[in-house]
């Protein structure tokens, strides 16, 4: 058990809807990122938050946006959900700052979205 | 673009063998290396990581080798077991700093393992 919790472990929706995913990260960690895989794309980086603040963003969609709450939970909200959308949406966290340029990422255990 | 390109796609091992899985990157502002295990149904777990400052890096049966001129690394699964079944990934990052970190992964496609007894 990585210490990463999401909510919810599937989602079943139709096309055009949109859907909200939550993620708690590890206690004391202040990063939190997302990633979407797919079986064509493998996993993509989608976005970053780190204590709030959004840090750094990738191939992420206009539709799709995220936010990290004081808390420091994090949610990513799925818009006009299209066919392409379904996915596995994992959400990692890590501390945040690292000297020597690396700071460990835990995943969740992910988000199966399914788009009918 | 695939800026971490991953082989082989699929990898077939028997029990007891060893299993060779290769990545090579071309961004050399890379300088943060790991590699994740991925069970079915389970998100990526930390495996074992490397930076470019070392040739080799050894946690048990696993053992990362790391090439800067070539720029590639593969991960080498000694003995391996029916439990090392799972798929791979390796990863690379970059350091973007701007007050806290950025260490973004960028991900290889995956190596599907199975080790057959």
């Known amino acids: 058990d990585s210490g990463v919790t999401q909510t919810p472990k599937h989602l079943i929706t139709a096309t055009g809807q949109r859907v909200t995913l939550r993620c708690s990260p590890r206690?004391?960690?202040?990063?939190v990122y997302w990633y979407q895989q797919s079986l064509d794309q493998g996993l993509q980086f989608l976005i970053q938050?780190?204590?709030?603040?959004?840090?750094a963003k990738g191939n992420i969609l206009e539709r799709f946006s995220a936010q990290q709450f004081p808390d420091l939970h994090s949610e990513l909200n799925l818009s006009s959900l299209e066919l392409g959308d379904s996915a596995l949406y994992f959400c990692?966290?890590?501390?945040?700052?690292?000297?020597?340029?690396?700071?460990?990422?835990?995943f969740g255990p992910g988000t199966r979205l399914t788009v009918l | 673009q695939q800026q971490v390109k991953q082989s082989p796609q699929s990898l077939i091992v028997q029990k007891g063998g060893i299993s060779i899985i290769n990545c090579a990157y071309e961004?050399?502002?890379?300088?943060?290396f790991p590699w994740y295990q991925q069970f079915p149904g389970k998100g990526p777990a930390l495996l074992i990581a490397?930076?470019?400052?070392?040739s080799e890096k050894k946690e048990g049966r696993f053992t990362i080798s790391f090439n800067k001129s070539a720029k590639q690394f593969s991960l080498h699964i000694m003995d391996s077991q029916p439990g090392d079944s799972a798929t791979y990934f390796c990863?690379?990052?970059?350091?973007?700093?701007?007050?806290?970190?950025?260490?973004?992964?960028?991900f290889g496609k995956g190596t599907k393992l199975s080790v057959i007894p």
């Open positions: 206690s004391g960690d202040l990063s």
């Open positions: 938050y780190y204590n709030g603040e959004e840090r």
């Open positions: 961004n050399t502002a890379f300088d943060y």
């Open positions: 990863a690379a990052s970059s350091p973007q700093y701007s007050g806290a970190g950025s260490y973004q992964l960028t």
């Open positions: 990692a966290s890590s501390f945040g700052w690292a000297s020597g340029g690396s700071d460990t990422q835990y």
């Open positions: 490397i930076r470019p400052d070392v």
